[in-house]
């Protein structure tokens, strides 16, 4: 039994160092400059033994964002037990989200899911998985929310139509800045989201809030 978890462990590490190394070589050069020779050199293994852990190519594109996005979630959770307000709470979401090209503990690869949007639109497979991602990522976003309400920050909403609609907003800020549109910077992009859910959700922007709360 102990020979076997001791297996287990370690093949867990290697499929680890797998998906680190096709997140990092799938965001510096792109998903169809990557092939699974390279994913392989770069840990030391045979491209057989990553064909054995992942199937396909686009199978390891998926893990590789599944990979990616547990720090994104495991940091969102510390902040949500270390920050009470909803308002602060949604501008710490979108700092992170639209910080695309940080590579730290609280931000994801947005080169990631611009190629997995890309193999999603053609091949049904990716499709399934971009759709479950999106399902968390929603997720996460109502259920912020629905605690902003269960606390009497704001009014009943639909959180799961705000979900959808706030997170497809934050999806297309996101492309506009990785895509060092001239228009829309991060200043403004952060801007627009943080002014849309203010005005959905009937929050006062943070400004107004300190200014409230010097008042009383």
Same mark, same amino acid.
């Given at each position: 039994?102990a020979?076997?978890e ?10 680890d160092?797998?998906l680190a190394a096709?997140?990092?070589?799938i965001a510096?050069?792109?998903?169809h400059?990557?092939?699974?020779a390279d994913v392989?050199?770069r ?7 990553v064909?054995?852990y992942?199937g396909?190519k ?11 996005e547990?720090?994104?979630y *495991?940091?969102?959770e510390e902040m949500l037990?270390?920050?009470?307000k909803?308002r602060?709470?949604?501008e710490?979401?979108?700092e992170w989200t639209?910080?695309f090209?940080?590579?730290g ?6 080169g990631?899911?611009?190629d997995?949007?890309?193999? *999603?639109?053609r ?5 399934k ?12 976003i ?5 605690d902003?309400v269960?606390?009497?920050e704001?009014a009943?909403?639909?959180?799961v139509t705000? *979900?959808i609609m706030w997170?497809?907003l934050?999806?297309g800020?996101?492309?506009q800045?990785?895509?060092d549109d001239?228009?829309?910077?991060f200043p ?6 943080l002014?849309?859910a203010?005005?959905?959700l009937g929050l006062?922007? *943070? ?8 008042k009383?």
């Amino acid at each position: 039994m102990a020979a076997r978890e001791h297996g287990d462990a370690v093949a867990d590490v290697r499929r680890d160092q797998m998906l680190a190394a096709a997140s990092t070589l799938i965001a510096e050069r792109g998903f169809h400059d990557t092939r699974i020779a390279d994913v392989a050199k770069r840990v030391g293994a045979s491209p057989a033994l990553v064909i054995y852990y992942f199937g396909t190519k686009d199978s390891l594109l998926t893990e590789a964002l599944r990979w990616s996005e547990r720090s994104f979630y *495991a940091a969102t959770e510390e902040m949500l037990q270390s920050t009470d307000k909803l308002r602060d709470r949604l501008e710490i979401l979108v700092e992170w989200t639209l910080a695309f090209d940080k590579q730290g503990a609280s931000t994801g690869d947005w080169g990631l899911w611009l190629d997995l949007w890309a193999q *999603a639109f053609r091949h049904p497979a990716v499709k399934k998985d971009r759709a479950e991602l999106d399902a968390q990522w929603r997720a996460l976003i109502s259920r912020i929310v629905q605690d902003g309400v269960d606390k009497g920050e704001i009014a009943d909403v639909d959180v799961v139509t705000f *979900a959808i609609m706030w997170g497809s907003l934050l999806d297309g800020l996101v492309v506009q800045v990785s895509l060092d549109d001239p228009v829309v910077d991060f200043p403004l992009a952060r801007r627009i989201a943080l002014e849309m859910a203010d005005k959905e959700l009937g929050l006062a922007p *943070a400004g107004r809030r300190s200014r409230a709360s010097k008042k009383s």
